[in-house]
Structures are given as structure tokens and as C-alpha cells.
């Protein structure tokens, strides 16, 4: 496994690659990698010849406040996984290198990143689009992968791809969860004992939500409505940003539950905030 930390050490390294006419599978992440990751990499491993996989905790998608600082980052281990993973590149850039005294340009989808996250994380989207679009320049994928628990990211990325005219594959993977239904995220390792156990209202507010419509129930609003009554009942989840049934390519809250929407969910325990989201089968 090679870690490259220099941009144009890797850029030299892939061109050579692309020269051999191998293919190269691309997992951009923040690091403190967990079974969601590695799901990904095992999904790139086996549709490309090479896979590359970037750690990079990129501060321009945190907001004041947020927890840049804090995220957790543990590179030794991240490597020895990536290493049992059997990946061929590992690109760990420094922040200086990625943003240069004097960087001014920046990538911003105007539609899909409005509403949801990029209401609650003003900004979060541009910081997510530019330091992906660079990554992307630098890598040079033919194929990257995103998990869909950050679903909202995986549709503004697969706009700006489209809008951009970008030649890179974006493949969204299943979201992985815990035994208890929790979608695993490197921001679960903030939460208490108590808050880890009542954080999986989510997901049994999923479940609830499921049946609902496998019952019948049609009105998204109605749904919206039960799924906060459900979430409420948990004194931990102090605070619920947003429930929405949405339509999963617009995004847009539905009108009518016809078997193609998404329920979006956002809480905020006292020491995280979580984001998950499930699919509607009717
Ligand atoms: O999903 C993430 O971990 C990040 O938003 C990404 C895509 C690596 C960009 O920093």
C-alpha cells in the first residue's frame, strides 16, 4: 500500500496507472473509518483495477461552531484497515496543500443543497462540492463512491457531476448499520452510553414509518407528524431539525407516498448531531 501526502506525487503515480489502462476506483472520506467505509471500498475493490481512498477531515465543509476540532482522527488506524482491505493508495493531503494561502475559488450547487442539511449547515455543500471537485482533478476516478447515509451529499456530488460534465461514475452504496438499526457514522463515537442507546429511536422510528405505509397510510404529512411524535418520546433527542419525506431525486417533500420517496431525518443528542434516512417500500 502506498500513502502519498504530496498532490503531485500522486497525480504522477495515477498517471502511470492510467497510462497501463488500469481503471481507478475513488473512496473520498474524513478518516476514523468504520464498516460503512470499508463497504465501499470493498464495492470499489471489486468493479476497478485500482482503488484509491483519500483521508482528509476538509475544514471548508464545517461551519463556526461545528466540530472541525474535535472530529475524531486516528490515521495509524485508518491505514492498518485500508492496508487489511488490500488497498493499492492511500492520499492523505494537508490542509495547506489542499488550500494554499490566497485560495479563492469555490464549487456551489444552487438546488438540491438548499434545503435540509444545507439549511441547518449553511455552506456545508460548497465546502463538500469544491474539496470533491479538487479531489476528483487530482485523482482522476473513473468510478467514486459515496454511501447513502449522507443521501443529500450523494445527490448534490451526482449533480454537480452532471452539471459539470465531469467523466467520473458515481456509485451510492447501502448505508451500514449497527445490530440495533444505528447507521454507522465516525461522529457515533461522541455520543454517551445513554445517548448511544436512545439514539436508535432513528432508525425504530424507520421501522415504524414502514409499517405505516405498509398499512396504508399515504398522507406524507401524517407520516412526518408520527415519526417527531415517535422521536419525541426520547429525552435525549433534544432537538429534531428536520423530518421530511421526500422524493428522491428533487428531494422535495412528496404530495402523495407512492413507493419511491425517502424519509430525511436530523437530531441533535446533546453531545452529536445524527443524520440517517430510509427508503419507503409500499
Ligand atoms: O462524506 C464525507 O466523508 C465527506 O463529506 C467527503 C465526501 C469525504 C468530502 O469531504
Redesign the pocket.
Given at each position: 500500500m502506498r500513502v502519498f501526502q504530496k498532490t503531485s506525487e500522486l497525480a504522477s503515480y495515477i498517471n502511470k496507472l492510467k497510462r497501463e489502462g488500469k481503471s481507478v476506483g475513488f473512496v473520498?472520506?474524513?478518516g476514523y473509518l468504520h464498516e460503512g467505509h470499508l463497504s465501499l471500498v470493498r464495492c470499489a475493490k471489486r468493479e476497478n483495477d485500482t482503488v484509491v481512498v483519500?483521508i482528509?477531515?476538509?475544514p471548508t465543509?464545517f461551519g463556526k461552531g461545528e466540530d472541525f476540532d474535535r472530529y475524531p482522527r486516528d490515521l495509524d488506524r485508518d491505514l492498518k484497515l485500508l492496508q487489511k482491505e488490500g488497498v493499492e493508495i492511500v492520499f492523505v493531503p494537508q490542509v495547506g496543500d489542499m488550500y494554499p494561502e490566497g485560495f479563492s475559488t469555490f464549487v456551489e450547487e444552487t438546488k438540491l443543497s438548499r434545503k435540509w442539511e444545507g439549511e441547518f449547515r449553511p455552506g456545508h455543500f460548497k465546502?463538500?462540492c469544491t474539496?470533491?471537485l479538487k479531489?476528483f482533478n487530482i485523482v482522476k476516478p473513473d468510478r467514486a463512491y459515496?454511501?447513502e447515509k449522507?443521501f443529500q451529499?450523494l445527490k448534490v456530488?451526482q449533480k454537480m457531476v452532471k452539471d459539470l460534465n465531469l467523466d467520473v461514475e458515481i456509485v451510492g452504496c447501502p448505508i451500514v448499520r449497527e445490530e440495533d438499526g444505528l447507521a454507522m457514522s465516525?461522529r457515533n463515537v461522541y455520543l454517551s452510553k445513554e445517548e448511544r442507546e436512545q439514539a436508535t429511536a432513528i432508525y425504530q422510528s424507520f421501522q415504524l414509518a414502514q409499517k405505516l405505509v405498509k398499512e396504508g397510510l399515504k398522507n406524507p404529512r401524517e407520516l412526518e407528524k408520527r415519526i417527531v411524535n415517535f422521536l419525541k418520546k426520547f429525552p435525549l433527542i433534544k432537538e429534531i431539525d428536520y423530518v421530511a419525506i421526500v422524493d428522491e431525486d428533487t428531494l422535495e417533500p412528496v404530495k402523495e407516498i407512492k413507493g419511491k420517496e425517502r424519509i430525511l431525518v436530523a437530531v441533535r443528542l446533546p453531545s452529536a448531531r445524527l443524520i440517517d434516512n430510509w427508503k419507503l417500500e409500499i
Open positions: 473520498p472520506t474524513m483519500s482528509f477531515v476538509n465543509q465546502g463538500v474539496v470533491v479531489l459515496f454511501g449522507d451529499q456530488i465516525s
